[in-house]
C-alpha cells in the first residue's frame, strides 16, 4: 500500500507564504509524476501544479509566478511554496502520486487527505 499525506496548510494573511509539503510512503519503487490540486467551496477540482520524474513542472495561469512545485526525491517528497497568497488561493488543496510499485507494475495514482489554506485579513 501507498500512503499520502500532506502538510503545512494554515491561515494566512494576503501577501504572505507557506510552503505544502506532500510525503508518500509505503511499497515505492518510483515516484513518478505528482500533482496539486485545490478544490474551493462551491468549486471543482482544480490542478494547480505538476512535476515530472525528471523535474519538469507545470503550472495553472492563476499561480504562475507565486507558487512554486519542487520535489525531493530520496525523501518522496514533493514541495508547493506559495507566495504573495491571495484570498481566491483559499482552498482544501490535495496531493496526488503516481507510484510505480515495483518493477514491471502498472503504475497507479494515490491521493492524500488533503490540508486547509486560507487566505483572509
Known amino acids: 500500500q501507498v500512503q499520502v499525506v500532506e502538510s503545512g496548510g494554515g491561515l494566512v494573511q494576503p501577501g504572505g507564504s507557506l510552503r505544502l509539503s506532500c510525503a508518500a510512503s509505503g511499497n515505492i519503487f518510483t515516484l513518478n509524476a505528482v500533482g496539486w490540486h485545490r478544490q474551493a467551496p462551491g468549486k471543482q477540482r482544480e490542478l494547480v501544479a505538476s512535476?515530472?520524474?525528471?523535474?519538469?513542472?507545470k503550472y495553472v495561469d492563476s499561480v504562475k509566478g507565486r507558487f512554486a512545485i519542487s520535489r525531493d526525491n530520496a525523501k518522496h517528497t514533493v514541495y508547493l511554496q506559495m507566495n504573495s497568497l491571495k484570498p481566491e488561493d483559499t482552498a482544501v488543496y490535495y496531493c496526488?502520486?503516481?507510484?510505480?510499485?515495483?518493477?514491471?507494475?502498472?503504475?497507479?495514482?494515490?491521493w492524500g487527505q488533503g490540508t486547509q489554506v486560507t487566505v483572509s485579513s
Open positions: 496526488n502520486v503516481d507510484v510505480t510499485r515495483w518493477v514491471g507494475a502498472p503504475s497507479r495514482g494515490y
Open positions: 512535476i515530472t520524474s525528471d523535474g519538469s513542472t
